[in-house]
């Protein structure tokens, strides 16, 4: 009595044991992975130093006086 | 002894499907032969009373959550596109009901206008799944392998992709997403319609069908071929599995069979649903054509990543410790994704849930982007604590294969950290040490990520380290090549004229602030950058 229900209980477990047995690995997904994962900012814009910075100012100033002077000249 | 079940309070279930295995398992041991009944879970619609078919995963396939989920995905988008041609989709999640289809039949024999039309619907249906990242045969992991966790959901067999007359003429009524399991009745010998057989020996007394060999019929293609090419090819062996090709047979039939022995002759189902509409003329087939998306490589899947995460948390808390990688895993990846589709309009949201995506499953690129959301929340200290966890993960100096006696043995759950992964981390580093002023640090990152992943954004970090550290004529020739690569970036541009004018190379540095002019032109931010450029403009 005490085998044959041993065995209906081994004939039982057996299919549920043999499934476990032979389901796949856990994997990461691979096609979910974002194509484009965050990137570090990029580091802060250059400055010019101090004299460029009057040069520019200086060219730029003599840059404005340039065209209105044509302006004035074109004739209409 | 089962439960009364019901399915969204409306579909009351009256016999659970069964899996393959187990019906095999029976048909063997017990010769009891198993049909398609047996493997749909059965159900009424309590509203109408009319027989739906669910199709759900067997019990306790954990292990196909990740499945289940791109699955039910693809319903909504078939519920979306409300295709005539695909077997209306009732309710979605979890399972997916379907309205009764039509029987499966064995495919009927069609006059070549007749097959193309069925053909060109067959292109509409998947042109729409391709444009949401589905197609091919079956997914793959990172390995290359075959990722059977991952299938995708269409198949061709005459189970899923039936053929119907209810309206008259011959017309398909596709079951997406498929029911994989059906394709094993496709594989009953085809003696069993004894109707196809006379049909076919009537038609070769005729004289209509060639004597090629039927192997030739099939789609043969390559399974290491890209996954549109795959659909291709089997879109075009369904169409001559309708019609077999004759004598006499026009070139788009000629070029639809080289399409189907794997052929590159279009390179989109848009393509090969011109090739048909040649064949069978249709009335709106103009508007039909015009309306097929063109999609020549397989975009990313598209999920509902907020449905996949809510999905997954429920999950989890009725998961034994050896059912939660199956559920873990995806759903860390899940966070993930969200984390890079929210970080640059809400970097908060998107660091809580890489912060999730990390306590799931702490590998490398989850560390390496949690890092860059700190860094860019002005969370330092925390930043460079994550960017070392990146760096003291297991995988980012063990390889995912190691060999003992000479056997091969691969670890469990292998992550497999890329060149490009790697140069994020590198260039995330490097970035931090630049703005903490370790400028060694700093150089010897980002030259390394410029190794591993030659881009214009690390090649400027490069040039912002080196200029720092004095070495001008470094910083100018990085910040050239990354002008090189992103000629449209005023940024890099920028950078770069400042370290020519540095450099007393004042043409040079002319030249590029002229190019930056005529890009920033009516730029009120470029404006008063221009006002500085050396020299003037």
Request: aromatic share 4%.
């Amino acid at each position: 009595m005490l085998r044959s229900s041993s065995l209906a209980l081994v004939l039982l477990a057996w299919p549920t044991r043999a499934a476990a047995d032979v389901l796949p690995e856990a994997e990461r997904p691979h096609d979910w992975e974002p194509r484009d994962p965050p990137t570090p900012a990029p580091p802060p814009e250059k400055e010019l130093p101090a004299l460029a910075l009057w040069l520019a100012a200086l060219a730029a100033a003599a840059l404005v006086a340039v065209p209105r002077a044509r302006l004035q000249e074109r004739p209409r | 002894m089962t439960r009364p079940r019901t399915i969204a309070d409306r579909f009351e279930v009256v016999a659970s499907g069964r899996s393959l295995k187990s019906l095999r398992w029976e048909a063997s041991r017990r010769h009891r032969p198993y049909g398609e009944d047996d493997l749909w879970t059965l159900a009424v619609d309590r509203r109408t009373g009319a027989r739906v078919r669910v199709l759900e995963p067997p019990d306790e396939s954990v292990w196909l959550w990740a499945a289940c989920m791109w699955t039910e995905a693809v319903a909504r988008h078939v519920v979306a596109a409300a295709s005539p041609h695909t077997v209306p989709i009732l309710h979605v999640g979890p399972g997916v009901v379907f309205a009764e289809p039509p029987p499966a039949v064995a495919r009927p024999r069609l006059p070549p206008a007749q097959a193309a039309a069925c053909a060109f619907a067959a292109c509409e249906v998947v042109a729409r799944l391709h444009a949401v990242g589905c197609g091919g045969e079956c997914g793959r992991s990172a390995h290359g392998r075959l990722a059977f966790d991952m299938p995708t959901p269409i198949d061709f067999g005459p189970h899923n992709l039936r053929m119907t007359r209810r309206t008259g003429d011959w017309t398909i009524a596709w079951l997406v997403p498929s029911h994989l399991a059906l394709a094993d009745l496709d594989l009953a010998p085809p003696e069993t319609d004894p109707d196809a057989l006379a049909r076919d020996l009537q038609a070769r007394l005729a004289g209509s069908i060639t004597d090629e060999s039927p192997d030739d019929l099939p789609p043969k293609y390559d399974p290491q071929s890209d996954p549109i090419a795959r659909d291709l090819a089997r879109l075009a062996g369904f169409y001559l599995s309708l019609a077999p090709p004759e004598r006499g047979r026009p070139a788009a039939v000629d070029a639809v069979r080289r399409l189907a022995a794997g052929e590159p002759v279009v390179r989109d189902v848009a393509g090969l649903a011109r090739l048909f509409a040649e064949l069978g003329p249709a009335s709106d087939r103009d508007a039909r054509l015009a309306a097929l998306p063109v999609v020549d490589v397989l975009p990313p899947p598209v999920l509902d990543w907020d449905r996949v995460i809510a999905a997954g948390e429920a999950r989890l808390p009725g998961l034994v410790p050896r059912q939660r990688p199956y559920v873990v895993l995806p759903l860390a990846v899940a966070y993930h994704h969200r984390a890079s589709l929210r970080a640059a309009l809400a970097p908060e949201d998107a660091l809580r849930d890489v912060d999730r995506a990390v306590e799931l499953d702490p590998i490398a690129p989850y560390h390496i982007t949690r890092a860059v959301l700190l860094d860019r929340l002005g969370r330092r200290d925390e930043a460079r604590a994550a960017i070392a966890a990146a760096f003291a993960a297991p995988e980012w100096s063990d390889p995912p294969v190691e060999e003992v006696g000479g056997i091969r043995l691969v670890r469990a759950h292998p992550v497999v950290i890329t060149d490009r992964e790697r140069a994020r981390a590198h260039a995330t580093r490097g970035t931090i040490a630049l703005r903490d002023g370790d400028l060694a640090l700093a150089e010897h990152d980002l030259r390394r990520a410029v190794d591993l992943d030659l881009t214009a954004a690390h090649l400027h970090a490069l040039g912002a380290a080196l200029y720092a550290r004095g070495d001008l004529a470094g910083a100018a020739a990085a910040e050239a090549r990354a002008v090189e690569l992103e000629p449209a970036s005023a940024r890099y541009r920028w950078d770069l004229v400042v370290s020519l004018h540095r450099l007393g190379r004042r043409d040079e540095a002319l030249f590029h602030a002229r190019k930056l002019e005529a890009m920033e032109a009516g730029d009120p931010s470029g404006r008063a950058r221009r006002i500085r450029l050396p020299g003037g403009a």
